[in-house]
């Protein structure tokens, strides 16, 4: 079967540093995609990964180990707006997406 | 541009019903796509398509039909609405697969 696992919550607070955990079990896999959500708004994409390594895009960064089926977002200087929630995304073949139940972020002042 | 627009944004349907949610992309985008997102999970990909006239089912396809009939317009129907698809519903585009712009959603309940 199709599965992604993410922390459910994560709380921090401004300034700091926050790493989102995702591990992945699919059928095929194209690459890793890092989605933010504010409260009933729409999902926004945030980076991606198709090979292991780094993805660095201003505050955000983005890591994967394929070998180990894992990657993981990493939040700098935590601001108030950042407090939503976040979503890793696997792309198994085709153009069929699975999506992870999301790791809702709080950030304290 | 608009974006990815959606139509409705709320709607209530009595059970047995049918209606069309509508998805329109102003970005010239080849993949169009349908999910559904139910109270604190992720997105579940309901149908999909790679470009006009063509559609693909994703993970939750029952209950559901779709068409793209031109490259801007994706619809999404429900034949006979049921409780169980009382949900959140997203239409995304993109040109690069793994970078979807989503749109605002409708939200609809099933009594």
């Known amino acids: 079967g199709q599965s992604l696992e993410q922390p459910s919550e994560v709380t921090a607070v401004e300034g700091a540093i926050v790493q989102i955990n995702c591990t992945y079990q699919t059928s095929g896999f194209y690459g890793l995609s890092w989605y933010q959500q504010h409260d009933g708004g729409a999902p926004t994409f945030l980076s991606y990964?198709?090979?292991?390594g780094l993805e660095e895009t201003g505050r955000f960064s983005s890591f994967l180990s394929r070998s180990d089926s894992y990657g993981y977002l990493l939040l700098q200087e935590l601001q108030m707006k950042d407090s939503a929630s976040y979503f890793c995304a696997v792309r198994d073949g085709g153009q069929n997406f699975v999506f992870g139940p999301g790791t809702r972020l709080s950030v304290l002042p | 541009n608009a974006g990815v627009t959606q139509t409705p944004k709320f709607r209530v349907l009595k059970t047995g019903q049918s209606m069309t949610l509508l998805c329109a992309q102003d970005m010239n985008h080849e993949y169009m796509y349908w999910y559904r997102q139910d109270p604190g999970m992720g997105l579940r990909l309901i149908h999909y398509s790679v470009g006009e006239g063509t559609t693909a089912k994703g993970e939750v396809p029952d209950g559901y039909n779709v068409s793209r009939l031109k490259k801007q317009n994706f619809l999404l129907g429900l034949e006979s609405a049921a409780p169980s698809q009382t949900s959140v519903y997203f239409c995304?585009?993109?040109?690069?697969?793994?970078?979807?712009?989503f749109g605002p959603g409708t939200r609809l309940t099933v009594t």
């Open positions: 990964n198709a090979l292991d």
């Open positions: 995304a585009s993109s040109k690069i697969s793994y970078e979807q712009y």
